[in-house]
């Protein structure tokens, strides 16, 4: 079992999409993928969906639930947010991978740069950065580039994920039986997966 924690101090920036996208291109990879979420707000409801999802908010659970699949052959993706250092320490510990996503926001780099720094001096070493709601305009994309993603360590980030505004369903409840998401978003979640799995390899053959 491989533990992937998407964490941020900013609201806004892609956690939860990116998590329930990361599950649901584990699934379509045939990979076992349970996501635990543990932000503050309260889970959405989900029905039929092709991955396991845990109302994990109670680090009791979180624990209890990741001792019971530790030796699954699969992989389990923690969803957080909010500015909670004791649960920052326990992911540097329990990981092994942390992926903070960064939008083209000033804030949004700065406040990444400040938690891989905290994220750091609790010990966490396989920190990555994920450059998320990434443009497909040329010149967008460039400027985006020039003038926020650059101020990231360019050798911690693991891949891009464009916009794609379909893949905001994934974070809403299922109001009836899960439906297979468009194209473009399962597309998506298999070039999320794959990213994800050579950053994995990577830290592995390190």
Partial sequence: MKGVAIVSTKGGVGKTTLSHLLALGGAWKNVPSYLMHTDDRAPIAVNGRPYAYYDARDPQTLSTLMSAIVNDDGLCIIDSGGNRPDFDRWIADSVDLVLIPVTPDPEAVDLALEHMTRLSNYRSHNIRFVLNTVSSNKHEKLRDSAEYFNLLPSELIIGEIGRVAAVKRLRETDKTPF????????????????????????ISND
């Fill in 179 to 202: 439906v297979t998401p468009p194209t473009n978003v399962n597309n998506l979640s298999r070039k999320f997966y794959n990213i994800v799995s050579d950053a994995l390899q990577s």
